[in-house]
């Protein structure tokens, strides 16, 4: 009923820039707080950013001054602006989002994108 359909990953060199893009579509009644995580190859998914409907953001402390979270609230869209990107940023990057559907205006659960891999080169 929910779907979070990323987009902008890709291979760029170290330096360089990207933006991911998240797209929510479905049975959406609310969307609160939605953002991006990221696993490496061995690694946990960890959290890189996020941003409640407020426009409120939190950033991984490593990510700060480099990547910037914003929101389209009429889009149901996120989006990931990441700047002087590392080799170490290289990952699959996920779409999260907290949505409470039409059949359930009251019950938000989280709900995951597909993923889009970002491939940093030195």
């Known amino acids: 009923q929910v779907q979070l359909v990323e987009s902008g990953g890709g291979l760029v060199q170290a330096g360089g820039s990207l933006r991911l893009s998240c797209a929510a579509s479905?049975?959406?009644?609310?969307?609160?707080?939605m953002g991006w995580y990221r696993q490496a190859p061995g690694k946990q998914r960890e959290l890189v950013a996020s941003?409640?409907?407020?426009?409120?953001?939190n950033y991984a402390t490593s990510m700060k001054g480099r990547f910037t979270i914003s929101r389209d609230n009429a889009k149901n869209t996120v989006y990931l602006q990441m700047n002087s990107l590392k080799p170490e940023d290289t990952a699959v990057y996920y779409c999260n989002a907290n949505i409470a559907t039409v059949d359930y205006t009251r019950l938000f659960r989280g709900y995951w994108g597909q993923g889009t891999q970002v491939t940093v080169s030195s």
């Open positions: 941003i409640t409907s407020g426009g409120i953001t």
């Open positions: 479905g049975s959406i009644f609310s969307i609160n707080a």
